[in-house]
């Protein structure tokens, strides 16, 4: 059974400071997600990542992939309030044909 | 991308009672999926629906309580039946779109009282 595990949970920041969240996984996956879900609002896709070493950026954010040790990141650089929200990692396991397993959520407020 | 939209957005219902969720895309999609989100909580798969074929459901889940719909390529729809206060949650539905990118639905927000 595919288990996705993310920490920190909740994480308070300052704005301008850097974080990073983890995303780990159990079992091989074909591609790994990076959502973000405001209050009251559905999921918004930030990234996908199919292969080992692969990163993506997007503004303040970056996202990494390693499979080998079955660990992404999402690091935030410089952080401002407009990314407080709850961030999502989601697996699409070897064997999932495009299920999705999610980790617990990181809630995130960035502190003015 | 793909241009989800589900009806109803939010409803409040009586235990016991039944609701009919429905999910529309934009583009022909292969699967659609089915997830559920607690309050405070994750999200979970319930179920894949594939056009023309019974949907598969997750450990946990069956289809008595949560029956789907696919009667074609856009369009599906998720019953939540025999309601009680534990399925207050927010029901998405999600398709893969053509860049390996899964969109979500905007949710519907159910209270069960």
């Known amino acids: 059974e595919l288990k996705v595990e993310q920490n920190p949970l909740f994480l308070s920041m300052q704005e301008g400071k850097n974080y990073t969240i983890y995303c780990n996984y159990s079992?091989?996956?074909?591609?790994l997600y990076w959502y973000r879900q405001d209050p009251g609002k559905s999921l918004e896709s930030l990234f996908v990542?199919?292969?080992?070493?692969a990163v993506k950026q997007e503004g303040r954010l970056m996202a990494s992939l390693d499979t080998k040790a079955r660990l992404s990141t999402l690091h935030i650089t410089a952080a401002v309030h407009d990314l407080s929200a709850t961030y999502f990692c989601?697996?699409?396991?070897?064997?999932?044909?495009?299920?999705?397993?999610f980790g617990e959520g990181t809630q995130l407020t960035v502190n003015p | 991308s793909a241009v989800i939209s589900q009806k109803p957005s939010r409803d409040i219902c009586q235990r016991g009672t039944s609701l009919t969720i429905q999910c529309q895309v934009d583009?022909?999609?292969?699967?659609m999926f089915w997830y559920r989100q607690q309050p405070g909580q994750s999200l979970t798969l319930i179920a894949t629906?594939?056009?023309?074929?019974?949907?598969?459901?997750e450990s946990g889940f069956v289809i008595d309580k949560f029956p789907i719909s696919r009667p074609n390529l856009t369009f599906s729809t998720l019953t939540v039946s025999n309601m009680s206060p534990e399925d207050s949650s927010i029901y998405l539905c999600?398709?893969?779109?053509?860049?390996?990118?899964?969109?979500f639905g905007p949710g519907t927000r159910l209270t069960v009282l």
């Open positions: 999600s398709v893969e779109g053509d860049t390996d990118t899964q969109y």
């Open positions: 079992t091989t996956s074909d591609r």
């Open positions: 990542l199919l292969s080992n070493g």
């Open positions: 989601a697996v699409d396991g070897e064997t999932s044909g495009s299920r999705l397993t």
């Open positions: 583009s022909q999609v292969t699967m």
């Open positions: 629906a594939n056009q023309g074929s019974e949907a598969t459901y």
